[in-house]
Structures are given as C-alpha cells and as structure tokens.
C-alpha cells in the first residue's frame, strides 16, 4: 500500500492520508459495483486494501448527504463526492484514478483490470 501512496502523492499531489483514504473509497466502490471475482482477485494482490476499505465503510456509517448519496446507488458521482469530501480535487480525481488502476494492472494483471474496468459504467473516463 505505502507504494501505492507514494505514487499517487506523487502523481497529484495529495497527502499520505487523502491518497490512503482515496484508495479505500475507490476500492470499496469497486466492490461495490464490479465483478466480484475480479475486485476480490485486485484486492488480494493490494496488501493493506482490506483495511482502507474498511476505514471507507466506517467513513460511510455516518449518513449524512453522502449516505443519502449511496442509497441512491449515485455510482461514479457518489464516488465522486467522497473523494471531493477525502481532499481531492476534480483536477486530481483522474491521475488518482489512472496511477490506482496502472497499479492495478501491474499487481493483477490487464485481463482483471480490463474486466473491472468495463462492468462498470463511467469508470473507463478515470483510467
């Protein structure tokens, strides 16, 4: 995980923290909404991706607009938003997204990533 941090903070210029929480919201929404078999082969590959998702689900228990937002199944927009309310910016919500599933590629592989990727609707446009 610190790999992937440090690439991410990098890349876009968020904090250690905002990158780490970032991870956890994308990886959660890819649970989520991708192909089961896939996501879990991603995270198994992605040491500390259990528990950044896990701090993302605590993050969410709270409600409020994001919950709201969740239940509406908002998919790549409530993804969004969280991100937003992590610390990231718009401009930085694309490099985040395109070094998180570069990493991806390299950890489980192009098959895994490509299936992810196309499963789910609006995600192709952050890779």
Known sequence: MEELIARITNRTGVDADTAKAAIGHILAFLQKEGPAEDVAQLIAKLPGAE?????????????????????????VMALG???????????????????????????????????????????????
Not at 108 to 127: K, N, Y
């Open 51 to 75: 528990a950044a998702i896990a701090e993302s689900n605590a993050e969410e228990g709270g409600g409020g607009l994001l919950g709201m937002l969740g239940g509406l199944g908002g998919g």
């Open 81 to 127: 938003q969280k991100l937003m309310s992590a610390g990231v910016s718009m401009s930085q919500m694309q490099p985040l997204g395109q070094e998180l599933f570069a990493y991806g590629r390299e950890k489980a592989g192009e098959d895994t990533m490509g299936r992810i990727i196309g499963a789910i609707p609006g995600v192709s446009q952050f890779v």
